[in-house]
């Protein structure tokens, strides 16, 4: 167990709704980051906060965006959804984060979203 | 940006072979993951590796900072060990595209 919880495991939509994502990092850790997973695209960095604050954007989409709240746990919004949305989303969190490069990422077991 | 390549993509053992899985990256870098995504698509962490070698079982892990290359290296392999290898490189993890590990009995 990584000590990263997200939910839900599993989500299921159809086309032009609007999904949350949660993710609490382990205890203590203060970054937070998104990855997509598809098939086609591989793993792919879509956002980092860092202690509530956006640290750094990777390819998200402007569908989508992302928030860390004061508590830490981090949210991702996925809206108008697309059929080419449908992915294994992966939060992870490490101790910094901020300006730091030495740092083990720990992954959450994901949130597969699959859009109909 | 920087580009990662695993090689090999596909790689079949016989329980208890052993195997070496490179990664390659194109620019210096302050860090290097290793990651193991289990068949249920959970991904573990397996070495943070910039440089040096680092062991933890039947894994070792190698990185040669200036020549820009990583080894997995997995020995007498198991079963559990299949699945998908993935190195990752900088902060924000630019993850190369994997190498596919299947291990029969």
Known sequence: DSGVTQTPKHLITATGQRVTLRCSPRSGDLSVYWYQQSLDQGLQFLIQYY???ERAKGNILERFSAQQFPDLHSELNLSSLELGDSALYFCASSAAGGWATNE??????GTQLSVL | GIQVEQSPPDLILQEGANSTLRCNFSDSVNNLQWFHQNPWGQLINLFYIPSGTKQNGRLSATTVATERYSLLYISSSQTTDS?????AVEQKLVFGTGTRLLVSP
């Open chain 1, 51 to 53: 202690n509530g604050e």
């Open chain 1, 104 to 109: 083990k990422l720990f992954f959450g077991s």
């Open chain 2, 83 to 87: 699945g998908v290898y993935f190195c």
